[in-house]
């Protein structure tokens, strides 16, 4: 929701000082541009530049290219940084290039303030230009329907959720996790919990976690989606991964019954339905033995092992369950992040000399070559990673060390989640470099037979308006009305549930997937 509404004001602002934009900005060298045609002068966001100094890779990659970027700092909350790109703009102040949003370089790239960098990627990029052709929903993305590219989205590792769990508790318990196939296994083995740790303490709740309870979809295979086909449920503002649910499926109905059932014995926190715990409740739980499993982010097994698990607990030991199967073996894939970050990308300045686009481009153009990929994905051959006898790279620094270092020290790291540039992910590379519990399991687990795809979507001013103000409406409506069911205050049959999602409907969201699809429509299919 806040996302959509920025889109809006942001075209506001733009179309207010349209007059003032269209003179043009300060000719190039913004607030520390470089004129020797060698480098060049970048905003973006503090946090960003910070962990940038402290990359052993990333300073190879200059001495190679022979480029220097720079930076110059920006705020340090995203929104803000946005805000100060209008306020650059504006006051003519703009550096030679800029961390913006797609939709900032959609709305100021046709008014002359953003470089179209189409042309001069064929003349000066070929490895990016590669990489463009080769990889369609990029270009889709990226590219305008007059062919222009204003700015470069970057690419993120794909990420999904972890069942992580305490395995010195199942075991306690009795409770085998390798024989956990199915949500029939998974709810058996919560209430062999419950029953093992629950007998004497009336605050253990084997299933806890943070933030929506409503994490589960993709277990019933009734999460929200987008094609070309149709839309299902909200697929906008994260809710691709996270918040994920189509009411209008058929499975959604099966969920609320397990969920139901699950509240009703005692296997889930009630208060985490109700949406009145925090995160460190749920981390408290965790470490101090009132709940046993939870579905979060990739790495958070790893977090309560060094966060205070073995501390509270010598037995501690946490691991990750495979992903859930249906009834005659198949995965349940589970929602993904998106592989590209339209809130991170990278815009220049249109009125950069050619020579400054050159260095960008080159600067830019090096990670998507051969010897960029690896060096930002492994380092160097000798220092940070090995050749194995099979061809494949072994890391020799160590992960923990590395990560442990004091702010401000050079290290090794390849945590491509974070803006450095814009780049190709080596996924196998980045899970690589995680504690091995972590680097294990998603080795195990991300593979593409176990992961929905997701999509970024582009949508059109007036497209933008109408969703803000039904997602914050409809969601919201949705969620309630699906606690109610899973804690029983609602009952759940057919017919009741029937009118919630005919209420829904009403409320608008069969014009959310209307508008979600033909988004989709446009974006990937025309």
């Given at each position: ?6 889109v809006v004001?942001?075209t506001?602002v ?8 269209l003179?043009?900005c300060q ?18 966001r503090?946090?960003y530049i910070?962990w940038?100094k402290?990359?052993?890779w990333y ?6 290219t022979g480029i220097?970027?720079?930076y110059v700092r920006?705020p340090e909350e995203?929104?803000d940084?946005y ?5 650059r703009?504006?006051s003519?102040n703009l550096?030679d290039a800029v961390?913006?949003?797609l939709?900032q ?8 303030v953003f470089a179209n960098l189409?042309?001069?990627?064929k003349?000066y990029?070929?490895n ?5 052709d080769?990889?369609?929903d990029y ?6 329907p007059?062919g222009a590219i204003?700015g470069l ?5 794909i990420?999904a959720?972890?069942i992580?769990?305490?395995?010195d ?6 409770v085998?996790?390798s ?11 919560l209430r062999a919990l419950?029953k093992?740790f ?8 084997p ?5 929506s309870?409503l994490?589960?979809?993709a277990w019933f ?9 149709k ?6 503002n994260?809710h ?5 649910f ?5 499975d959604?109905y099966?969920?609320?019954?397990t ?8 296997l889930?926190n009630p208060?985490w339905?109700?949406g ?9 739980a965790?470490l ?5 499993v939870f579905?979060d982010?990739y790495?958070r097994?790893?977090?309560?092992m060094e966060?205070g698990?073995?501390?509270s607990?010598p037995d501690y030991?946490?691991a ?7 009834g005659?073996?198949n995965p349940?894939?589970?929602?993904t992040?998106l592989k ?10 249109a009125?950069?000399?050619?020579a400054t686009?050159?260095?960008i ?5 090096y990670f998507y070559g051969?010897d ?8 160097v051959?000798g220092?940070s990673f090995?050749l ?11 992960y ?5 270092a004091a702010?401000?020290?050079?290290r ?5 989640d974070r803006?450095?540039v814009c780049k190709p992910?080596?996924n196998v ?5 995680n504690a ?5 399991a998603a ?6 037979k176990n ?5 970024t ?9 109408e ?14 009305g699906?606690v109610?069911f899973?804690n029983?205050?609602?009952?759940l049959?057919?017919k009741s549930?029937?009118?919630?999602q005919?209420?829904?409907n009403?409320k608008?969201?069969?014009r959310?997937?209307?508008?979600q699809h033909e988004?989709f ?6």
């Amino acid at each position: 929701m806040k996302m959509l509404k920025r889109v809006v004001m942001l075209t506001l602002v733009a179309a207010s000082v349209g007059a003032v934009l269209l003179t043009g900005c300060q000719g190039g060298q913004g607030a520390a541009g470089i004129k020797s045609g060698k480098g060049y002068s970048m905003f973006m966001r503090s946090t960003y530049i910070d962990w940038i100094k402290e990359l052993k890779w990333y300073d190879e990659a200059e001495k190679r290219t022979g480029i220097h970027v720079e930076y110059v700092r920006g705020p340090e909350e995203f929104a803000d940084c946005y805000s100060e790109v209008d306020q650059r703009i504006i006051s003519k102040n703009l550096p030679d290039a800029v961390m913006t949003k797609l939709t900032q370089t959609n709305v100021y790239g046709p008014q002359g303030v953003f470089a179209n960098l189409a042309p001069y990627i064929k003349k000066y990029a070929p490895n990016l230009q590669a990489y463009i052709d080769a990889n369609p929903d990029y270009r889709k993305l990226v590219t305008s329907p007059d062919g222009a590219i204003y700015g470069l989205c970057k690419e993120t590792p794909i990420f999904a959720d972890f069942i992580g769990y305490r395995a010195d508790q199942f075991a306690k318990a009795g409770v085998d996790a390798s024989k956990i196939k199915t949500v029939e296994d998974f709810t058996d083995a919560l209430r062999a919990l419950k029953k093992h740790f629950g007998k004497d303490n009336r605050n253990y709740y084997p299933l806890c976690g943070r933030d929506s309870v409503l994490r589960f979809a993709a277990w019933f295979g009734c999460a929200s989606s987008i094609s070309a086909e149709k839309s299902g449920g909200v697929y906008i503002n994260g809710h691709y991964k996270d918040g994920s649910f189509d009411i209008m499926n058929e499975d959604a109905y099966a969920m609320m019954q397990t969920m139901n059932q699950w509240y009703a014995e005692g296997l889930i926190n009630p208060e985490w339905v109700a949406g009145t715990t925090s995160e460190a409740d749920w981390e408290s739980a965790m470490l101090n033995g009132n709940g046993s499993v939870f579905y979060d982010y990739y790495n958070r097994a790893e977090w309560f092992m060094e966060n205070g698990g073995p501390n509270s607990d010598p037995d501690y030991k946490m691991a990750v369950l495979d992903f859930l199967e249906d009834g005659k073996g198949n995965p349940m894939k589970v929602t993904t992040s998106l592989k590209y970050n339209d809130e991170v990308v990278t815009a220049v300045n249109a009125k950069v000399s050619e020579a400054t686009i050159k260095a960008i481009l080159k600067f830019i153009d090096y990670f998507y070559g051969k010897d960029g990929i690896i060096l930002a994905n492994y380092g160097v051959e000798g220092q940070s990673f090995k050749l194995a006898a099979d061809g494949s790279k072994e890391f020799i620094v160590d992960y923990a060390k590395e990560e442990a270092a004091a702010a401000g020290d050079k290290r090794w790291s390849f945590l491509s989640d974070r803006l450095t540039v814009c780049k190709p992910v080596d996924n196998v590379a980045f899970f690589k470099w995680n504690a091995p519990l972590i680097s294990e399991a998603a080795g195990r687990l991300l593979v593409d037979k176990n992961l929905l795809k997701s999509y970024t979507l582009k949508f059109s001013e007036a497209d933008s308006k109408e969703l803000s103000n039904l997602v914050a409406s409809v969601y919201a409506a949705e969620t309630a009305g699906m606690v109610t069911f899973i804690n029983g205050s609602s009952k759940l049959t057919p017919k009741s549930w029937a009118a919630f999602q005919d209420t829904m409907n009403k409320k608008g969201l069969r014009r959310i997937e209307e508008i979600q699809h033909e988004a989709f429509v446009t974006t990937y299919t025309k």
